[in-house]
């Protein structure tokens, strides 16, 4: 499955550097082409001697080589890869990703590569918790990187938390599910909703929700990169997409949505709604903004459309619908309630309640029902990591359905 595949290993200055040379073991014993890339400071972590061993090939490090004279191009390698892995990812290599800080080869190579790029953060947990940190993660997640989260336990500072690279076998796995899943929505239409909606009091004013979009996007890039066209209908968010066969519609309103959801749902194999629609909507758009006044006012509401519920009660018998629930109390309950009612085939639970999961984070805690009302229950992980469990359970259903 790995054999003729291009992979490209980012290792940057943490002690997890000492666990990478088993993950080149494990994929060059896979029949993967390897080839390592190294900051100046995972040298003195692992020595370069190890891995031009197990990869059968010069490590890179600098961009220039004095001693040979020769000179190392960072756009050869990158194009040369077909997945750029870098871990472990430290806090200071991830800064230098965000910004665009280009004083490694390292990260010269990611600024060329035009390949998916996977993430394995390490790093102490205090630093991990960082604002830096998880501002710089966040934009990393953002651009449709693949973040393996890491996990939680014992750091070499002696401390116990979050900030564990996640273990070499665990990222081999992932990196061989990531290639066996290639191409199984070949030919599948998708259709996702993302995003908060926006509803106008006025020309300054609305009212709105936290949702950032990143489940929506994390989804409409697995969907992509396993073969699907993908037509995503996003609300207001910062998020941009990055593969070609997703075609993005901006909406600002519940209406705008459902009027941009209706006619795509009709040619689509599988329907995501995982759009934080507003339920309510001003009766009234103020034509001015409202000025200040010392009273108290009533703001008159009216329901929204509900584009699951209404386009969910239409399903055609081979198609998927897959709805999701936000909850904050007896979630699987009103999440069930919620499929047979919007006649989803799948839900989706995001619990409010766990901490980790919900609004403007890179890391989701979900459960899946599934179409046979069984419940799945998955640990913390990374919103990519989230879409590849919810992408598993659309595709066997898909199976069962065909
Ligand atoms: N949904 C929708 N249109 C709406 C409201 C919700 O398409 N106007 C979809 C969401 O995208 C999600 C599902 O319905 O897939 C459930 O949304 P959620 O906010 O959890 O539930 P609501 O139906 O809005 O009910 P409540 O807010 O009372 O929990």
């Known amino acids: 499955m790995l054999r003729s595949k291009n992979i490209l290993i980012g290792i940057t200055g943490g002690i997890a550097a000492y666990k990478i040379p088993l993950l080149v073991r494990l994929l060059v014993k896979a029949g993967a082409q390897v080839k390592v890339v190294l900051t100046p400071t995972a040298k003195d972590f692992?020595?370069?001697?190890?891995?031009?061993?197990?990869?059968?090939?010069?490590?890179?490090c600098t961009p220039f080589d004095p001693d040979t004279g020769s000179w190392k191009s960072h756009i050869e390698l990158a194009l040369w890869a077909d997945l750029f892995v870098i871990a472990p990812a430290t806090a200071n290599t991830m800064a230098k990703m965000a910004n665009g800080i280009s004083d490694t080869l390292l990260v010269t190579t990611y600024l060329s590569a035009r390949c998916p790029v996977m993430i394995a953060p390490a790093m102490d947990l205090d630093m991990y918790q960082h604002p830096t940190t998880k501002e710089n993660l966040k934009r990393l997640t953002q651009r449709g990187h693949y973040i393996i989260q890491p996990?939680?336990?014992?750091?070499?500072?002696?401390?116990?938390?979050?900030?564990?690279?996640?273990?070499?076998?665990?990222?081999?796995?992932?990196?061989s599910q990531y290639f066996s899943t290639g191409n199984r929505f070949h030919n599948k239409n998708v259709l996702i909703t993302a995003g908060p909606t926006y509803e106008p009091i006025d020309p300054v004013r609305f009212i709105g929700n936290h949702?950032?979009?990143?489940?929506?996007?994390?989804?409409?890039?697995?969907?992509?990169?396993?073969?699907?066209?993908?037509?995503?209908?996003?609300?207001?968010?910062?998020?941009?997409?990055?593969?070609?066969?997703?075609?993005?519609?901006?909406?600002?309103?519940?209406?705008?949505?459902?009027?941009?959801?209706?006619?795509?749902?009709?040619?689509?194999?599988?329907?995501?709604?995982?759009?934080?629609?507003?339920?309510?909507?001003?009766?009234?758009?103020?034509?001015?903004?409202?000025?200040?006044?010392?009273?108290?006012?009533?703001?008159?509401?009216?329901?929204?459309?509900?584009?699951?519920?209404?386009?969910?009660?239409?399903?055609?018998?081979?198609?998927?619908?897959?709805?999701?629930?936000?909850?904050?109390?007896?979630?699987?309950?009103?999440?069930?309630?919620?499929?047979?009612?919007?006649?989803?085939?799948?839900?989706?639970?995001?619990?409010?309640?766990?901490?980790?999961?919900?609004?403007?984070l890179t890391t989701n805690k979900v459960s899946i029902i599934n179409t046979k009302e069984e419940i799945q229950h998955y640990p913390l992980k990374s919103k990519n990591e989230v879409a590849e469990d919810i992408l598993d359970t659309i595709y066997t259903a898909l199976i069962n359905k065909s």
Request: proline share 4%.
């Open 151 to 175: 996990g939680s336990g014992e750091l070499a500072s002696g401390l116990t938390g979050e900030g564990r690279m996640e273990e070499p076998e665990e990222i081999f796995k992932l990196i």
């Open 211 to 360: 949702s950032s979009g990143t489940m929506g996007f994390a989804l409409a890039e697995a969907f992509a990169r396993q073969g699907a066209q993908v037509y995503l209908i996003s609300g207001p968010t910062q998020l941009t997409v990055s593969h070609p066969a997703i075609q993005l519609t901006r909406v600002t309103t519940a209406q705008e949505m459902a009027e941009a959801a209706s006619p795509l749902f009709e040619t689509s194999d599988i329907a995501v709604f995982s759009a934080a629609v507003a339920d309510f909507t001003p009766t009234e758009t103020a034509k001015q903004k409202k000025k200040k006044s010392t009273k108290s006012f009533s703001l008159e509401l009216k329901p929204t459309i509900d584009i699951l519920h209404t386009l969910g009660n239409k399903k055609r018998a081979n198609q998927i619908v897959v709805g999701f629930a936000l909850e904050t109390g007896n979630a699987l309950e009103h999440a069930l309630q919620k499929k047979r009612t919007k006649n989803a085939d799948i839900i989706v639970v995001n619990s409010l309640e766990d901490s980790g999961a919900g609004f403007g």
């Open 46 to 60: 692992v020595t370069p001697l190890t891995l031009s061993t197990l990869t059968g090939d010069e490590v890179y």
